[in-house]
């Protein structure tokens, strides 16, 4: 599921790797989501989050409605949402107003196009315990590069023992992710929406083929 709605969400900002708060909104969306989960009677072993407290926040609101704040929480940077490169902080609505609706949406929602990158790199003490060079901005293809790393090593082992995942993370992160797992080709991907907060349930095969997916509500 796709974090609850954040300060930047309400805002219609780019954000990316830049740290912000859910609204009162987000929170209420992280918790009704938790209570979809607990009715439908779901229980996992592990829990995987991005380094971004929106993501942070609401896999502990909804872990808190499921009853399960024991469970194994990973957070990897992998997970971090798409960096937006020069378009961090800036409102959608001026940079359309500035290059056009055309322009703002291949930006956006290109696989493959990265977007105006920043001139120096962040430096982040949270990423550099990790050996890792924060970008200085990403297409759709760079988030998927370097997400299903992380996907074959720590969540598809645990789903073929058997073992129920929840994943947290972004908006972006979660399409290259649906991306992966449906085939999605490249001239879709830009269609597919992940609204905030609302978690989307996936059954597997012993191959992981997909058997079903559906958006849970209760």
């Given at each position: 599921?796709?974090?609850?709605?954040?300060?930047?969400?309400?805002?219609?900002?780019?954000?990316?790797?830049?740290?912000?708060?859910?609204?009162?909104?987000?929170?209420?969306?992280?918790?009704?989501?938790?209570?979809?989960?607990?009715?439908?009677?779901?229980?996992f072993t592990d829990v995987h989050t991005s380094f971004l407290k929106r993501a942070i926040i609401t896999t502990n609101i909804v872990l808190d409605e499921i009853g399960q704040n024991d469970i194994a929480e990973h957070k990897s940077w992998r997970l971090n949402e798409r960096h937006y490169?020069?378009?961090?902080?800036?409102?959608?609505?001026?940079?359309?107003?500035?290059?056009?609706?055309?322009?703002?949406?291949?930006?956006?929602?290109?696989?493959?196009?990265?977007?105006?990158?920043?001139?120096?790199?962040?430096?982040?003490?949270?990423?550099?315990?990790?050996?890792?060079?924060?970008?200085?901005?990403?297409?759709?293809?760079?988030?998927?590069?370097r997400l299903i790393p992380y996907w074959e090593d720590q969540i598809a082992p645990q789903l073929l023992d058997g073992k129920n995942q929840l994943i947290v993370a972004h908006g972006s992160t979660l399409r290259a992710l649906i991306k992966f797992l449906e085939n999605v080709s490249d001239e879709e991907i830009p269609n597919v929406e992940v609204p905030n907060g609302k978690p989307i349930r996936y059954d597997f095969d012993e191959h992981l083929n997909i058997l079903n997916k559906e958006f849970m509500t209760k």
């Open positions: 599921m796709r974090h609850g709605e954040s300060q930047a969400n309400r805002d219609n900002i780019f954000t990316g790797w830049s740290d912000v708060d859910l609204t009162e909104k987000g929170i209420q969306q992280a918790h009704f989501a938790g209570q979809v989960i607990k009715s439908a009677g779901v229980q490169g020069g378009l961090r902080g800036k409102n959608k609505l001026a940079v359309k107003r500035q290059v056009g609706a055309d322009q703002l949406k291949i930006w956006r929602r290109s696989f493959t196009v990265v977007p105006p990158k920043l001139a120096k790199r962040d430096e982040d003490p949270r990423y550099d315990r990790y050996g890792v060079q924060i970008p200085l901005a990403e297409s759709l293809k760079m988030t998927m590069d």
